[in-house]
T-cell receptor, first 115, second 109 residues
Framework: GAVVSQHPSWVICKSGTSVKIECRSL??????MFWYRQFPKQSLMLMAT?????????EQGVEKDKFLINHASLTLSTLTVTSAHPEDSSFYIC???????????FGPGTRLTVT | GQNIDQPTEMTATEGAIVQINCTYQ??????LFWYQQHAGEAPTFLSY??LDGLEEKGRFSSFLSRSKGYSYLLLKELQMKDSASYLC??????????WGAGTKLIIKP
């Protein structure tokens, strides 16, 4: 149990375009979802936390107009990278938490390359 | 401020035992997590400690001392597949995970 999927697993896009990444909890209801970014050989960096039906809470330094997060249902959250630039190239990972437990279950990640 | 410290890199031999230490300072405390992350993959859950003491799970054990703000992950009978980064994360009073930078574990034959 406790499976989180992410789609796509990798994407290459041109500078200036937008990319949407989906995160789904497959067998549980995710009251809270988290979006992380990880650069090579660095640790996870939390970008934002979202609770179903409410606006996401962004970490300091993360542009909310550039990284749009929607958590419309208990099983789906999306991250849209708007007007992507090469410096946005990174490994984006979502995680989800069932409100009853503290453990976060991670999706497999999405590798974004902006050319 | 909130902070997690763990060694950057460790090397061990196949079949041996290794202990990865983690110290934490958080605003409130709701438990300590260990995750394993292989290169290019997302983290996978290893353990969760909220009470003092040792939790054993197969070849992996995790220890917590809340008074010392200290935890360790113990890996026994090391296998080559255990080569990965091990992430320590403490949950603060807002149930937010504060992540360490990770310890890269290199296993040599």
């Amino acid at each position: 149990g406790a499976v989180v999927s992410q789609h796509p697993s990798w994407v290459i896009c041109k500078s200036g375009t937008s990319v949407k990444i989906e995160c789904r909890s497959l067998d549980f209801q995710a009251t809270t979802m988290f979006w992380y970014r990880q650069f090579p050989k660095q640790s996870l960096m939390l970008m934002a936390t979202s609770n179903e039906g409410s606006k996401a809470t962004y970490e300091q330094g993360v542009e909310k107009d550039k990284f749009l997060i929607n958590h419309a249902s208990l099983t789906l959250s999306t991250l849209t990278v708007t007007s992507a630039h090469p410096e946005d190239s990174s490994f984006y990972i979502c995680s989800a938490r069932d409100g009853h437990f503290y453990e976060q279950y991670f999706g497999p990640g999405t590798r974004l390359t902006v050319t | 401020g909130q902070n997690i410290d763990q060694p950057t890199e460790m090397t061990a031999t196949e079949g041996a035992i290794v202990q990865i230490n983690c110290t934490y300072q958080t605003s409130g405390f709701n438990g300590l997590f260990w995750y394993q992350q292989h290169a290019g993959e997302a983290p996978t859950f290893l353990s969760y400690n909220v009470l003092d003491g040792l939790e054993e799970k197969g070849r992996f054990s995790s220890f917590l001392s809340r008074s010392k703000g200290y935890s360790y992950l113990l890996l026994k009978e090391l296998q080559m597949k255990d080569s990965a980064s091990y992430l320590c994360a403490a949950m603060d009073s807002n149930y937010q995970l504060i992540w360490g930078a990770g310890t890269k574990l290199i296993i040599k034959p």
